[in-house]
């Protein structure tokens, strides 16, 4: 049993993982902005060993007070996906990279002993290598994915025997969530096959690795269980069905369609330039952790079609909070025109 610091916990992975570390009797600290809302965490509000703190990440005495006290960090916190990190590259530069230094040190004053850094399989860039592993160079095509690999070597060059980082590079989530995100490769093509009734497919042939968000909150959970002899100063790949995007499509029209019979989904294709296509190996996390995913993308697309049946989401085609780009030019939008009224 810990106290987790865990930065962006009412985000998407985090709203599943909180529940999972609580439920394992873990106390928790969620650090987060809690800009797309405080409902993700409404069900457990006033639980026993649950504290909640509004701040930011950039906020250096905040992030120091919030972790006193605290023996394992999960950091999850930051403007996510490319989309997002475009919309305003500074500010994701000041919150992804900037900040990420003084958190770590921050970590380490405050006498934590186990860091875990979510970074991103997209560091791998383009790759025609049939099964890319954690050991293949990194090639980032965005500034999202840049500074999600920059802040790698800056954790793991602060290992020492009472500190241990580890590094994960996840697949695409994909699934159900208390913050729902309908802006990632699955769940985007399940929320229009329910709600339009076609799919339409930017290119087709890229391979995209994908992992359902249980069994990605179930692998942080599980490193903070795992002898510190196996993570210390390691990076696991953490993926599972590696699928090209119309592959994606084929899977979602066939489970849409038997659990909405009346459905039949229509798929068209349109050209893309956005070509980023690899294929994750994610062996090693077997290998040392004896992680294996139990849930697939069929899991992952039944799961949101149950969601949608009994009413989960209310315009998700159209509403901001299910979407990070959406939601942030909207909250630029407002504050431009409050400081216009000024």
Do not use: W
Request: aromatic share 8%.
């Amino acid at each position: 049993m810990s106290h987790v610091f865990v930065t962006g916990g009412a985000g998407y992975v985090g709203s599943v993982l909180v529940p999972k570390l609580l439920a394992r009797g873990h106390r928790v600290t969620v650090f987060d902005l809690y800009l797309y809302g405080r409902e993700p965490l409404a069900n457990l509000r006033g639980a026993a060993g649950l504290r909640e703190i509004v701040g930011d990440l950039r906020d250096g005495d905040a992030v120091a007070r919030g972790i006193a006290g605290c023996d394992a960090v999960i950091h999850l916190a930051c403007i996510s996906n490319d989309p997002s990190f475009e919309l305003d590259p500074e500010l994701g530069k000041s919150i992804n990279y900037d900040c990420f230094p003084q958190l770590v040190a921050a970590s380490k004053a405050a006498g934590v002993r186990r860091f875990v850094y979510a970074s991103s399989s997209s560091v791998y860039g383009v790759s025609d290598s049939p099964e890319v592993t954690e050991t293949h160079p990194l090639v980032p095509l965005t500034d999202y994915s840049k500074f999600k690999a920059l802040c790698e070597p800056i954790l793991l060059s602060a290992a020492t025997p009472s500190f241990i980082p580890v590094v994960a590079r996840p697949a695409t989530v994909c699934g159900y969530s208390p913050r729902m995100r309908f802006d990632l490769s699955v769940n985007i093509l399940t929320n229009h096959a329910v709600n339009r009734g076609k799919i339409t497919v930017f290119g087709g042939s890229q391979t995209r690795p994908n992992i359902h968000i249980e069994d990605m909150a179930d692998f942080y959970l599980g490193l903070l269980d795992a002898p510190s002899e196996k993570i210390a100063g390691e990076i696991f790949n953490v993926g599972f069905q590696n699928h090209s995007i119309l592959e994606l499509a084929h899977i979602v029209r066939d489970v849409t369609n038997s659990h909405f019979r009346q459905r039949d989904v229509e798929i068209e294709t349109t050209p893309t330039q956005d070509l980023r296509s690899y294929r994750v190996d994610s062996k090693k996390a077997l290998d040392v952790l004896g992680f294996r995913p139990r849930r697939t993308i069929q899991d992952a697309v039944a799961d949101l079609c149950d969601a949608f049946r009994i009413g989960r989401f209310s315009a998700s085609a159209d509403d901001a909070r299910y979407n990070n780009v959406a939601l942030m030019k909207q909250q630029t939008e407002l504050a431009f025109a409050s400081a216009s009224d000024r």
